[in-house]
Structures are given as structure tokens and as C-alpha cells.
């Protein structure tokens, strides 16, 4: 793992639009699926997944088999991390307003949740059961009715779906499962089909033709960001443990060789002896080729002068995850601008964050941190404005909203105005 | 103006992609700005304004000089729709909030501005200083410390830039001004030039080239949604007074030909009444072409059988505007689930929340409302998670936290928990 001076690393990678035969193939498979709905899904799921599906809807009774495929310790574990997680979102939840003005006039805000929310989950060794927790959590605490989870049809597990997927989503309080998955999932949720009728908003992450997809349906419907590799950083002094710094770069490093893991320190010291112990600690890893590739390509040791020479640099990277390991950790939380999720003190493993705790582990990436968020209430939640004007509030503002809309040209907006304040029998305003 | 049964109307039109020349000059010009920086805006200047900028950057003197081009009613008539609009976004802030657990953890959300914000500001008749105020207000409101304004160079006004323009970006807290529009201007925010700095979010209307470059450049800087031709649906019973209905309609319609304006209405009358006044007030119009072309092709008095049945109307619509003109307005609220800004009653015209409410008037178009929002201080902030685990914690949730991380094949998530685990000497959970 390479020692660098922070001023010298950038993080920041250039935006995936995909091939020219990519953007052509999810742009013909939308269109195919809008033309010929189910049918395209089954000849696709022919072609790309090599599976016949008889039907596109996951059964009750499936699902209630798919109970007897997993083991009781993980049912529990993952029970538990669905009670944190509810529970965190639930301190998220807003509520609308109405407020009540002098002249009897009414202005406010409704907050509402989404009616149907679709949710992709990858097949695979991609499909984590913890993401279709974190995906779907949040959306059933905003009071979305109708959460539907689409999958490809893989060729293992209760007729082709992982059984830990279905346990997930059955626990999640997912209400439609459907085997489909690529691009034309993407397209059935956008467009509907005869069995899958169309959301609102499409979240979770995918394969580059997933991507490409969602970001041809946004307008039609919403979709949440386009997750770029993983990243963590990690902002330490001498009183952290070079072992844990080193575990939890290496959690970072082993998702894929794209990922990126960066130690930010002020001390030599623990720069030299993390570097060591990620050595160490790569060797007897499974899958110790990916993790150290993501190291070697994508990880770094940043030295700095100081620890607020690295909260700035912090602030530059905009990191998914970071974790403070000071001796005071939290004297450095108000100055961190830029930061999906923040981990405080030795005991907050990001794995911590990533299962268990209760906050998103769907978090900003590429330096997104500047402007996007975790996954939270807020993205399955939309608000309406209302106003009520009175005819106090009319008489008194009119002729200002006629002058303003004069001034712009717009006479028939003038007019609106003028035709009530005549009817009213009082134009002075 | 046609009177259609609701059923066999839909507002709903194709995604705007552009031609594949347009979406190739607009890759161009955004490739030609990142390698040449200023020189590039000023080459794009000459080719496309036909004007050749000295300065990019307007200077104080400049807005100045503005203020005393823009007569006095003007400008009382604009402070006043400003101190409206800051106070009902006043009313948004969000604050964040850190939970201490009962074994010592800390689960929390950080609300922070973002730092700096771009405007976009369409030139010639499209340039309205009311979207310079609802635009830069909420960032102002936010607490976005750099809110930056770009507009095209023309060649009347200011220096090319219409002074109640500059007027409004000064009275709205607009901190930086700079001549530039189109493609070019989108490029520059998203990826700096030597005169602009890198902004975190772009708002703000514009044409074609405009919204392809917003697309373009999203996940670089995030972009608020692009906005369609806009809309009003009117709910209406006969209550309503068929000259104000009229009027609002038409203070839609005189936008632009693609805008849309429906009537709603069980009441066969009061849908003739209306029908007679729109042609009556539109034979005055400055804008009667543009107006009745927008009437014609994109206009309709839709007949339901009930009221009940126009808010189901209203729903699959999703309007832009809403206005409800019923005996009793405030009764079907809560039923409407889609809508950007609802307006009750005789009084609340659109034009009312157009210019002077307080409410924002960037709204979601096109069927989009049934999952976005006015703009709003949500746009202008982002969140962080905090995590903070005690050891305590720690201990008692290690294990799960393994096996949930075992089960998704993630060993170095595991063993990130376990080396604390061992090195706590309790590794039971």
C-alpha cells in the first residue's frame, strides 16, 4: 500500500456512460419491452439469464419455502438489523403543515410517500440480502404501499431466486417479487407491462446495463443514484489501532478491484504499521486477489501535517464512508462538510454501518457526498405547496402581481388578477 | 377549447432527448470547455451570441448601475414577493440530530447546506427575475454560502444582461454573476473554467442544449429535474365563476403552445360557461396565437361525473398546478395525492403563486409530480449518518454482525468485526 503526501492523490473518477453498443442495446430492450410488455421479459430472460419462466410473480407459497432454506442464526441476525434499521429511518419521517396567516390566508406543505416504489436487486453473488433490507426499510417507513422487487431468474435457489433474498424482502415488507432482471426490468418497472404494473421511482443497484437503463427511464420515473466503486476513508492519529485500520480498509478493498480504501494520517508511525498489517492481514483473505488489486490500483496511505490538514482533505475526497479514529473524534465532526456516512472511535467498523446499525448503508459515492445523501425518508416521500389566498390577501397584493407580471410580458397572468380585483369592486390593491 | 369525458384524455408526453446532433454538439462543447476553459466560453460567446465578452464576471459596479434602470414598482413589487418567498422557506429548515443510545451508542443525521450553488438564467424574453428569485432564495435560505448566476451575453441591457435581472439576483443574494449561457455555461459550473469555480448543483430553466448539458453532466454536479411545458388543471364545480376559471387557463396557456390547460368539472354549465369565456378573453390576448394554439392542442374541459371522480382525474394527471374551485375547496385535499402546488378557492390564482405567495413556482411537469417536489431547501442541503458504537455495543452485536457478513461472502467484513472481538477478549456476543 503505497505512502503518499495527501496533496498529491485525487479520488475522483471519470463518469460511466457506457459503450455505444451498451446505450443501443438497453435503448433496443426498452423499447422492445414497451412494445410487447411480459413477452419481451420471457425472450430475454431466454437470451440473457438462458432460463424459461413460467411465471413472472414469486409465489407466497415460494416464498413461504424459502423460509425453510435458511438457517435460524442468519434469520435472526438479520430480524435484528431490520428492527435497528426501521427504527433509525423512523426518526427521519416528516410531516406536512399548514400555517395560518394574519389575513386568513392558508400556506403550507404536504408531505406524502410514493405510491409504488420498484427495487433491483442483482442475481448472483451481488445479491446481498442486507441491500434489500436498506432499500426497502425506508420505503415501508415512508408509508409507501406498494414496494415491488424485481430479480433475474437465476438458475439456483427456490425456482432461480436466492431463498436469503426472499426472507429478505418478505421481512423487509416488500409486496411483489418478480423474476426479471437487466434492462428490461428496468423497463417493465419504468413502463409497466400486463403483470407488472409501473412505479414511481426505481432504487438499487446493478450491472452496467441496469445503470444505463435507469438513467434513460429518469423522467418517466424517479431512480435514486447511480452507484459508483465503493470507498472508504479512514482519518487517524497515533492512538488507533494499526490492526482495526487495516481490517477495515480491507473490508473496503475485498467488494471489488474498482473499490477504494485510504488511510489519511498524521502519524508516520501508524502509517508504516498499517501499511504492514494490511500485508499481513491480505495474505489469508478469500478473496485476497480482488482486495489486493483494489489496494494496489485504488488504495493509499495520505500523510498530512495534521489532523485538520486531513478533515480538509477529507472534505476534497467527499468519501462514501469515513472513519475517525482520534483520540477525541468528535471534536472533528462539525468540520467534516463532505461524507456519506461517518464512523466514530475504534468500535465503529464500517461492517458496523454496513448490517447493523440502523443508518443507510446506500450511501453517495464518487464524490457525491458534496451534494447527495444517504438513502433515507425523504427519496420514497414527495411534497405538494398549498396555497389558499384570501380575498383580503388578493385585494392587498394584486396589483403588486399584476405589476410583476407586466413586467415579464405575461398580461394573461396580469389579467387572472385583474378581472377578480374588478369583480371584488376594488383595484387599488 | 374541447369538452372530452376525463377518460379519454391523457397529459402525459415522450421524454425530450434531443437529436442525436444536438446531443453530439452538446459532448463538444462540454469536451471544449474542459480543455480550454475561458477561452472556449468566449470562442462559444462569439459563435453563438455574437458578442464579444471582455469580462466574464459582472462586476458591482455593473448591478449597480441596474438599479437605476428598474423603475420604482418594479422594484417594491419584487422585495416584497422576495421577503414572501424567504419566509415560507424559512419554514423547511431541517435541523440535524444526534440520538444517545441507552448502551452508550450515538445514531445520528448531519442537515448541511451545500457550498456552492449554480443558477442558470435563460436570456432574451425567457428571462424572468420572479425564477431568479425562486431559484436563488432557497439556496440563500439553505444557507449555501456561494450561489452563483449565469446568463447568456446578449446585447441589450446592462451590458448584455437585462437589468431586473440583476436586480433580482442582487435582492435574491446571488453572490457571483457571469456572461455566459447555453451548453457552455452547464459545462463551466460542472467542471470550472479559470474565471468560474466548480459548483456542487446546477438550477435553473433553459432550452434544448441547456437540459442535454444538465443530463450530461449529472453525477459530476447533481441537476434539479428538467423541466417540461407547463400545466394547470383546474377542479372545478359550479360554484366557480367561469371568467376567473377562463382567465387562469389562459394565463397558462399564453406561456407557450405546448403548455397545457384543463378544466375539470362535473358540471355540463359551468364546462360551456367556461368555453365561451376562454374564447371571449382570448380574442384581447398580446399572446391570442400562442395562447389558442396551447388551447387547441394541448387544452381540454374534461366532464367526470363527480367531484370524486375529478380528484381521480387529477391523480392519474398529475398536474403541475392544481386549483380547486369547488364549494368547498379544502374537503378534497387529502385526496389529492399528485400535484405540485395546490391553490384553494376563488382567490388563489395561479399567478398568485407564480410571483408573489411564497411557495416556489418550479414545480414538477409532466406527470412528475407523482414523485417530486417544488423546489425546495431539501434541494440545497445534504445529510450525513454519524455512527458511534460504543464498545458495549459492540460486544454485544458483534456476532451477528458476522454472520450477516459470512452469509454474503464478505470474509473481510467479518474478520473487521472479529479482530476487535478478540482483541476485547469476548468474542460470545
Known sequence: MKIVPASEFSLRRELEYGSEE?????????EEVRRDGDAALRRFAEQFDGVSVAELRVSKEEIEAAYALVDESFLQALREAAVRIRSFHEKQKR??????????????????????????????????????????IPAMVAGVPEIVMV???????VDGIDPHILVAAAEAGVSEIYRVGGAQAIAALAYGTESIPAVDKIVGPGNIYVALAKRYVFGIVDIDSIAGPSEIVVLADDTADAGYVAADLLSQAEHDEMASAILITPSQVLAEAVQAEVARQLATLPKREIAAQSIRDNGAILTVASLEEGVDAVNQLAPEHLEIITAEPFQYLSKIENAGAIFLGPYSSEPV??????????LPTNGTARFSSPLNLDDFMKKSSVIYYSREALLRDGQKIIALAQHEGLEAHARAIQIRLEKEGNSNG
Chains 1, 2 share one sequence.
Open 151 to 157: 430479480t433475474p431468474p437465476a438458475t439456483a435457489g
Open 95 to 136: 410531516t406536512s403543515w399548514m400555517d395560518l396567516q394574519a389575513d386568513g390566508s392558508i400556506l403550507g406543505q404536504i408531505v406524502r410517500p410514493l405510491r409504488r416504489v420498484g427495487l433491483y436487486v442483482p442475481g448472483g453473488k451481488a445479491a446481498y440480502p442486507s441491500s434489500v433490507l436498506m432499500n426497502a
Open 353 to 362: 454501518g454496513d448490517y447493523f446499525a440502523g443508518p443507510n448503508h446506500v
Open 22 to 30: 451498451q446505450n443501443e442495446a438497453v435503448k433496443r430492450i426498452i
